[in-house]
């Protein structure tokens, strides 16, 4: 069984910083892909950024040079670094795990991030 926690979400001012962590835990292969994914109200699941175990990433064009994402391979950790945050960022963001890239096998419950004035 694995399991992944988030935390970090909230709510920030448009052109604002967050910072989103995702702690996994269970019986892990070392060597997977972790992610974040982000569903807004109305639209379907859609990708954010994944990091291999050898910290290969690949981010969706609309958060490229505003997000950066990375891991602690020790901890099963992963980080999501958001700046330059505009109100189309407002989403329920959603950590991911699985073994193959694009193929998440496990989910976590979700955060919710709001930019809004």
């Known amino acids: 069984q694995v399991q992944l926690v988030e935390s970090g979400g909230g709510l920030v001012q448009p052109g604002g910083s967050l910072r989103l962590s995702c702690a996994a835990s269970?019986?892990?292969?070392?060597?997977?892909?972790m992610g974040w994914y982000r569903q807004a109200p109305g639209k379907q699941r859609e990708l954010v950024a994944t990091?291999?175990?050898?910290?290969?990433?690949n981010y969706a064009d609309s958060v490229k040079c505003r997000f950066t994402i990375s891991r602690d391979n020790a901890k099963n950790t992963v980080y999501l670094q958001m700046n330059s945050l505009k109100p189309e960022d407002t989403a329920v963001y959603y950590c991911?795990?699985?073994?193959?890239?694009?193929?998440?096998?496990?989910w976590g419950q979700g955060t919710q991030v709001t930019v809004s004035s």
């Open positions: 990091i291999t175990s050898l910290r290969a990433t």
């Open positions: 269970g019986s892990i292969s070392s060597s997977n892909v």
């Open positions: 991911s795990l699985g073994y193959r890239l694009l193929r998440p096998d496990y």
